[in-house]
């Protein structure tokens, strides 16, 4: 049987809480505080739950759950306080301490019991989940441990090394074609069709969390043959039409090849994200001759950057609040946000062709 520690300075009041509770607690009973802490210096492990008055002799309610704080006990073994003090200063005072529950003088029976029982067994689940969450962490400290060491030997490989520098010339590679159609297109229309080119090498801790998960071998030969997105560009356009104009021109170049085309902006995901990716295969000029490598492009409006900025925010900052709702409201911001690109679009095919008109 669970044993329950009972400190009150009536006798009669001990004697009641035992009567209620010995058939389903092993019972121990203490005057007042100073009495109590000394059982607690022999049995702090054996007691499942502590029931004090507030007002007692020598130590207090108080003060006992006070100096239960500060040994570090309150995390072991829940406070329920039973006192005839109905202000709820002093109600406010003990939960602030830690108590665990406050039930006011004359109780009853019922719902003593029924408030033990649930605080015990609140207060075990409570312990449980926090030790696994000790794990989880010390599992995940090891994991990253691991990562870090593997990641560190593929940066000492030569052979890594020299696949990172073929990923940053595609990535050169890419902007320079990228560049000149810019150029090609603001001599022909008078206006850019983007704004901005942003770029990205992936580290090597992404590489190989991504193989792990994935079930991939962590090697040279499988991060070349299996991931398509270790080399990235993002390019910010102005309006819709310009990202489908850009990317047809991008792939229409005969020795770049289309691997993959995911349209998230005539088919947005669930929470609104809208980009226009493509997978290519683009060839570099090396000393030892021509290579294709993979390159990830991500197409989107200002709009649409700015709004997915946000989203990478919530997804990955941690302890945010209400996550829920902050969803809810991106999700509406993404559909404000598309028609707002079309009506921008539109805008500006008036101004345009009332120039072609004068």
């Given at each position: 049987?669970?044993?329950i520690l009972v400190?009150?300075?009536?006798?009669?009041?001990?004697?009641?809480?035992?009567?209620?509770?010995?058939?389903?607690?092993?019972?121990?009973?203490?005057?007042?505080?100073?009495?109590?802490?000394?059982?607690?210096?022999?049995?702090?492990?054996?007691i499942a739950a502590v029931i004090s008055d507030l007002?007692?002799?020598?130590?207090?309610?108080?003060?006992?759950?006070?100096?239960?704080?500060?040994r570090g006990w309150l995390g072991k073994v829940p406070v329920l306080i039973i006192s005839s003090e109905n202000a709820v200063e002093a109600e406010n005072h003990c939960f602030e301490l830690g108590v665990t529950d406050f039930i006011h003088k004359p109780f009853v029976g019922s719902v003593v019991k029924n408030r033990v029982k649930n605080t015990i067994e609140l207060f075990v689940c409570k312990n449980a989940?926090?030790?696994?969450?000790?794990?989880?962490?010390?599992?995940?400290?090891?994991?990253?441990?691991?990562?870090r060491r593997q990641t560190e030997k593929l940066k000492e490989m030569k052979s890594f090394n020299r696949l990172m520098m073929e990923f940053r010339s595609v990535i050169m590679e890419v902007e320079t074609r990228l560049k000149v159609l810019n150029a090609e297109f603001s001599e022909a229309y008078n206006r850019n069709p983007f704004e901005a080119i942003k770029s990205r090498l992936k580290s090597p801790e992404s590489i190989y969390e991504k193989l792990e998960r994935r079930g991939f071998p962590v090697t040279v030969e499988s991060i070349r043959e299996n991931l398509t997105?270790?080399?990235?560009?993002?390019?910010?356009?102005?309006f819709p039409d310009d990202i489908y104009r850009l990317a047809d021109l991008l792939i229409q170049?005969?020795?770049?090849?289309?691997?993959?085309?995911?349209?998230y902006i005539k088919n947005p995901k669930t929470n609104g994200y809208r980009s226009l990716h493509l997978i290519l295969s683009v060839p570099i000029y090396l000393p030892g001759g021509k290579k294709y490598m993979n390159v990830e492009v991500q197409f989107r409006?200002?709009?649409?950057?700015?709004?997915?900025?946000?989203?990478?925010?919530?997804?990955?900052?941690?302890?945010?609040?209400?996550?829920?709702?902050i969803e809810e409201q991106l999700k509406k911001c993404a559909d404000s946000i598309e028609d707002l690109d079309y009506q921008m679009q539109k805008i500006r095919d008036k101004i345009e062709h009332g120039q072609d008109s004068l």
């Amino acid at each position: 049987m669970q044993k329950i520690l009972v400190v009150d300075d009536s006798p009669m009041n001990r004697e009641l809480l035992d009567e209620i509770l010995k058939d389903d607690y092993q019972v121990v009973t203490a005057e007042d505080g100073m009495c109590a802490l000394w059982l607690m210096e022999q049995e702090i492990e054996e007691i499942a739950a502590v029931i004090s008055d507030l007002v007692m002799p020598r130590m207090d309610g108080y003060a006992l759950v006070e100096e239960m704080r500060c040994r570090g006990w309150l995390g072991k073994v829940p406070v329920l306080i039973i006192s005839s003090e109905n202000a709820v200063e002093a109600e406010n005072h003990c939960f602030e301490l830690g108590v665990t529950d406050f039930i006011h003088k004359p109780f009853v029976g019922s719902v003593v019991k029924n408030r033990v029982k649930n605080t015990i067994e609140l207060f075990v689940c409570k312990n449980a989940l926090e030790q696994k969450v000790k794990e989880q962490a010390v599992t995940l400290e090891e994991q990253r441990q691991i990562i870090r060491r593997q990641t560190e030997k593929l940066k000492e490989m030569k052979s890594f090394n020299r696949l990172m520098m073929e990923f940053r010339s595609v990535i050169m590679e890419v902007e320079t074609r990228l560049k000149v159609l810019n150029a090609e297109f603001s001599e022909a229309y008078n206006r850019n069709p983007f704004e901005a080119i942003k770029s990205r090498l992936k580290s090597p801790e992404s590489i190989y969390e991504k193989l792990e998960r994935r079930g991939f071998p962590v090697t040279v030969e499988s991060i070349r043959e299996n991931l398509t997105d270790v080399a990235g560009l993002r390019v910010i356009c102005s309006f819709p039409d310009d990202i489908y104009r850009l990317a047809d021109l991008l792939i229409q170049q005969d020795d770049i090849l289309l691997k993959s085309r995911k349209d998230y902006i005539k088919n947005p995901k669930t929470n609104g994200y809208r980009s226009l990716h493509l997978i290519l295969s683009v060839p570099i000029y090396l000393p030892g001759g021509k290579k294709y490598m993979n390159v990830e492009v991500q197409f989107r409006t200002i709009a649409m950057d700015f709004w997915a900025s946000l989203e990478h925010k919530l997804k990955y900052k941690k302890k945010v609040a209400d996550t829920g709702e902050i969803e809810e409201q991106l999700k509406k911001c993404a559909d404000s946000i598309e028609d707002l690109d079309y009506q921008m679009q539109k805008i500006r095919d008036k101004i345009e062709h009332g120039q072609d008109s004068l």
